[in-house]
């Protein structure tokens, strides 16, 4: 449990994919514009790397090792997987929730080249192919969970601060883009706050 807990701090705060190691960021200020939307995105980004970690820990150790094509088709194959995923999210959204897909707009289909998924499919990816098959799968699984969680939080501070921008009296150079990347830069250096304690 311990080990869970502290997979979660890291990987929400200490390791954020967004505000520590720069993955994301498109979907990170082309979202960042209303709560709602920041909510949306990050469900749908959660759902993806979660089911990707698991999928893409299930090809890997069951096809990829054993027959010798790790260093070859790895990162290709877990990119037709995220795809594939993000098809299917794109489909049930747009059936079931039309605003949410219609506000999210060309950023949904984006999740399937969000280089923040890729990374979470990546980052552990050697050390828990040495564990056993359940183990590895329930811990990458883990692991996509709280890195959506991180960058659900992340998306989300991130459209709370831009909605108070919006009424703020800021100067006509720096009003939309410009200081959004201040916001996220203040952001990062409060998170980066967090290093060494994971």
Same mark, same amino acid.
């Given at each position: 449990?311990?080990?869970?807990?502290?997979?979660?701090?890291?990987?929400?705060? #200490?390791?954020?994919? &967004?505000?520590?190691?720069?993955?994301?960021?498109?979907?990170?200020?082309?979202?960042?514009?209303? +709560?709602?939307?920041? !909510?949306?995105? =990050? $469900?749908?980004?959660?759902? &993806?790397?979660? !089911?990707?970690?698991? &999928?893409?820990?299930? #090809?890997?150790?069951?096809?990829?090792?054993?027959? =010798?094509? %790790?260093?070859?088709?790895?990162?290709?194959?877990?990119?037709?997987?995220?795809?594939?995923? #993000?098809?299917?999210?794109?489909?049930?959204?747009?059936?079931?929730?039309?605003?949410?897909?219609?506000?999210? =707009?060309?950023?949904?289909? $984006? !999740?399937?080249?969000?280089?923040?998924?890729?990374?979470?499919?990546?980052?552990? $990816?050697?050390?828990?192919?040495?564990?056993?098959?359940?183990?590895?799968?329930?811990?990458?699984?883990? $692991?996509?969970?709280?890195?959506?969680?991180?960058?659900?939080?992340?998306?989300?501070?991130?459209?709370?601060? +831009?909605? +108070?921008? %919006?009424?703020?009296? &800021?100067?006509?150079?720096?009003?939309?883009?410009?200081?959004?990347?201040?916001?996220?830069? =203040?952001?990062?250096?409060?998170?980066?706050?967090?290093?060494?304690? #994971?």
């Amino acid at each position: 449990m311990k080990e869970y807990l502290t997979l979660m701090f890291g990987m929400v705060f #200490v390791q954020n994919f &967004v505000l520590n190691q720069f993955l994301g960021i498109c979907p990170f200020i082309g979202v960042s514009k209303k +709560r709602d939307s920041a !909510i949306g995105m =990050g $469900l749908a980004v959660i759902f &993806v790397m979660a !089911i990707s970690c698991f &999928v893409t820990m299930l #090809v890997y150790k069951a096809v990829l090792l054993p027959l =010798g094509l %790790e260093n070859y088709l790895d990162i290709i194959s877990f990119i037709l997987i995220i795809a594939a995923l #993000v098809q299917f999210v794109e489909i049930v959204m747009k059936k079931l929730a039309p605003d949410l897909y219609q506000a999210l =707009g060309i950023y949904l289909p $984006l !999740i399937s080249t969000n280089c923040a998924v890729l990374g979470s499919t990546q980052l552990k $990816l050697m050390d828990y192919a040495q564990l056993p098959m359940g183990e590895a799968l329930l811990k990458n699984t883990a $692991l996509g969970i709280f890195g959506g969680i991180g960058f659900t939080l992340a998306l989300y501070l991130m459209a709370s601060i +831009r909605e +108070r921008l %919006e009424i703020a009296p &800021v100067p006509p150079g720096l009003q939309g883009i410009p200081v959004a990347f201040l916001a996220a830069a =203040g952001m990062a250096l409060a998170f980066f706050g967090f290093n060494g304690i #994971v």
